[in-house]
Nanobody
Framework: QVRLVESGGGLVQAGGSLRLSCAASGRTFSSNTVGWFRQAPGKEREFVAT???????????DYSDSVKDRFTISRDNVQNTIFLQMDSLKPEDTAVYYC?????????????????WGQGTQVTVSS
């Protein structure tokens, strides 16, 4: 059984930082695309960041415009864990954050491209 378990969410003041982790078990995603999405109350789930294998020891990452230059996605294939470093947080970043794993490779920004999801972790940024 594949499981993705997020951790690291919490309450932080605007301008602060948080680091989310997502531990995968049941399968490895070392050569597949993984990503982070978020969902605020009353809104649809939206893409945040993705990272995919693009060659030996080479990874390609991409971000939504709203988080570019503030968030950094990374992965540790030995620990089968992905991370989301979030800096310069804003109140509009408040949401439940989900990690996701895909059976596909390549650049993936649609929720439908992902096959496995974590339960989510709440991030709240106060002004």
């Amino acid at each position: 059984q594949v499981r993705l378990v997020e951790s690291g969410g919490g309450l932080v003041q605007a301008g602060g930082s948080l680091r989310l982790s997502c531990a995968a078990s049941g399968r490895t995603f070392s050569s597949n695309t993984v990503g982070w999405f978020r969902q605020a109350p009353g809104k649809e789930r939206e893409f945040v960041a993705t990272i995919t294998w693009s060659g030996p020891s080479t990874w390609y990452s991409d971000y939504s415009d709203s988080v570019k230059d503030r968030f950094t996605i990374s992965r540790d294939n030995v620990q089968n864990t992905i991370f989301l470093q979030m800096d310069s947080l804003k109140p509009e970043d408040t949401a439940v954050y989900y990690c996701a794993g895909s059976l596909r490779t390549g650049w993936r920004i649609r929720p439908g491209d992902y096959d496995y999801w974590g339960q989510g972790t709440q991030v709240t940024v106060s002004s």
